[in-house]
Nanobody, 123 residues
Framework: QVQLVESGGGLVQAGGSLRLSCAAS????????VGWFRQAPGKERDLVAAIRGSGDTSYADSVKGRFTISRDNAKNTVSLQMNSLRPEDTAVYYC?????????????????WGQGTQVTVSS
């Protein structure tokens, strides 16, 4: 079992930055692929960024060059640094963990989810 707890959301002006953190329990966390997803009202939950145990990363086109995902396996944490935020980045952001082979953007492939954290970007 893996439990995930997100933190770091909040209200920020357009152009600002936020850093989200996902803290995980479980001794084998380093083997999991971890993804950050987001869901805006009335929209589907979409991948923002993912990082595999190897350190390989993938990003949605809309956040490339602005967001950076990283992990610290010693601390069982995965972070999402978000810069140059835009109003369209407003959503609830979720952290999820799945097996090494999960397709990064496939929500159904992730076994564990956090409760989500709200990010609001004002114009």
């Amino acid at each position: 079992q893996v439990q995930l707890v997100e933190s770091g959301g909040g209200l920020v002006q357009a152009g600002g930055s936020l850093r989200l953190s996902c803290a995980a329990s479980g001794r084998t966390f380093s083997r999991y692929t971890v993804g950050w997803f987001r869901q805006a009202p009335g929209k589907e939950r979409d991948l923002v960024a993912a990082i595999r145990g190897s350190g390989d990363t993938s990003y949605a086109d809309s956040v490339k060059g602005r967001f950076t995902i990283s992990r610290d396996n010693a601390k069982n944490t995965v972070s999402l640094q978000m810069n140059s935020l835009r109003p369209e980045d407003t959503a609830v952001y979720y952290c999820a963990a799945g097996p090494q082979w999960v397709v990064a953007g496939a929500t159904q492939g992730y076994d564990y989810w956090g409760q989500g954290t709200q990010v609001t970007v004002s114009s």
